[in-house]
């Protein structure tokens, strides 16, 4: 597909949706990608923000690219000292991380960009709150004086549009009942449904690259 054709595809989907492409960000998620394709298949068309799954992976890419960084895998604690280096934090998926990113961004006096992970589909084996935690866990996080939340995350189960549709529809309406503005949603088989039921940004990694 190739970057171009996933912008034609995104502003496409922006049109049927009635909406304006440029509420819409791509992400491009470059995990397992070396700097040279992502300077080939990325960069070479403007400046985009970078997704990484892995905090380690994504340091050594941050030493030979400049970019904006957004981690869009799951955070261990163990690693939270990492993440002022991220402009964004898509995978908040517990208390606990919370607890660990608010004394991070207390010690060295920052505010951390989060968006908090939503398990919509209840997939044992997937990050993220359940729907019916959400309400608690977005009071206790909005109270942290070193984070800034944003918006929701969630990643659908595989399945076709029947499945998958309802899941972004759903994060879209908790995302506007707590005046959340973010929707970070959709990826490479599946943005276009994600813009179509409000995602402000897809994070795309695969289609990408292909030649």
């Keep these: 597909m190739g970057l171009p054709e996933v912008l034609e595809a995104m502003e496409a989907a922006c049109r049927r949706a009635g909406r304006d492409p440029r509420e819409v960000r791509l992400v491009a998620v470059t995990k397992g990608r070396s700097v040279e394709e992502i300077r080939e298949k990325v960069l070479r068309y403007g400046s985009f923000p970078l997704g990484e799954s892995r905090v380690q992976e994504a340091l050594k890419k941050m030493e030979l690219l400049g ?4 981690l869009v895998g799951p955070l261990q604690r163990n690693k939270a000292k990492f993440a002022p280096r ?3 934090i898509h995978s908040l998926d517990s208390l606990r991380l919370a607890e ?3 004394r991070v961004g207390e010690k060295q006096g920052v505010k951390l960009r989060v968006l908090v992970e939503v398990n919509l589909g209840r997939e044992p084996q997937k990050h993220g709150f359940l729907e019916e935690e959400l309400p608690e ?3 206790r996080v909005r ?12 990643v659908p189960p595989m399945g076709p549009e029947a499945v998958v549709r309802p899941i972004f529809r759903r994060l879209s309406e908790l995302a506007d009942r707590y005046g959340l503005p973010e929707r970070s949603m959709g990826m490479s088989d599946d943005f276009p449904i994600a813009i179509e039921e409000g995602a402000t940004m ?7 690259f292909v030649d």
């Design 67 to 70: 970019a904006e960084w957004h």
């Design 86 to 88: 991220f402009a964004l």
């Design 100 to 102: 660990a990113l608010d």
């Design 137 to 139: 866990a977005l009071a």
């Design 143 to 154: 109270e942290m004086a070193h984070l800034e939340v944003l918006g929701l995350m969630t």
């Design 202 to 208: 897809v994070r795309v990694g695969r289609a990408l």
